[in-house]
């Protein structure tokens, strides 16, 4: 089992619309969570941090659920611009070293 | 967010050659320095990380004496290809965190390819 995992998608869906998108991690040491986007032949950009209780930001929410071990981004009124491939990312901590893990990202489409 | 550079941004070299390439925080203190590659349509792979003034620890799969890692200040790591080959052709893309908890800024990513 891979330590994060995500839907690779794609998800194709139309503008406006509501998407959401989960990734599930096995190693329930982990403790910071992040949600980047990835738009084509570009570096990793971050989208936001994601916190115990939930966090927002604009049209983005993101939220952990530790006892699942999961943790979702939601997008409402979607942009063409959202288009993209979002990244989970789990920082992962013992009591010797933090490793950062990636997941291999949905893609998401947003058609006219 | 912060501010993370990368140079060169793309690079092409013969097969046997070696290439740099730097990574800098340019308006924070990276205590830590990521190194990945990323192939076409393929997820970022980290292939080591590096703390100022340490040795950098490599992933499994990674050879250290190809791929070497200098993190001589807080602001500053580089990535050496040795001997390229054209199986090393990729997207190499470095990040940088502040602290152990805090989140990775990524440089522009260097796309290298070897002939």
């Known amino acids: 089992r891979k330590e994060v995992e995500q839907d690779p998608g794609p998800f194709n869906v139309p503008e406006g619309a509501t998407v959401a998108f989960n990734c599930t991690y096995s190693n329930s040491a982990s403790q910071s969570f992040f949600w980047y986007r990835q738009d084509c032949r570009k570096e990793p950009k971050l989208l936001m941090s994601?916190?115990?209780s939930g966090n927002e930001d604009g049209r983005f929410t993101a939220q952990l659920n530790r006892a699942s071990q999961y943790i979702s981004l939601l997008i409402r009124d979607s942009k063409l611009s959202d288009s993209a491939t979002y990244l989970c990312?789990?920082?992962?901590?013992?009591?010797?070293?933090?490793?950062?893990?990636f997941g291999s990202g949905t893609r998401l489409s947003i058609r006219p | 967010g912060a501010v993370v550079s990368q140079h060169p941004s793309w690079v092409i070299c013969k097969s046997g050659t070696s290439v740099k390439i730097e990574c800098r925080s340019l308006?924070?203190?990276?205590?830590?320095m990521f190194w990945y590659r990323q192939f076409p349509k393929q997820s970022l792979m980290l292939m080591a990380t590096s703390n100022e003034g340490s040795k950098a620890t490599y992933e499994q799969g990674v050879e250290k004496d190809k791929f070497l890692i200098n993190h001589a200040s807080l602001t500053l790591s580089t990535l050496t290809v040795t001997s390229a080959h054209p199986e090393d052709s990729s997207f190499y893309i470095c990040?940088?965190?502040?602290?152990?908890?805090?989140?990775?800024?990524f440089g522009p990513g260097t796309r290298l390819t070897v002939t």
């Open positions: 994601v916190y115990s």
């Open positions: 308006d924070f203190q990276a205590t830590t």
């Open positions: 990040s940088a965190r502040a602290g152990v908890t805090r989140e990775q800024y």
């Open positions: 990312v789990v920082n992962m901590r013992n009591s010797s070293a933090s490793k950062i893990i």
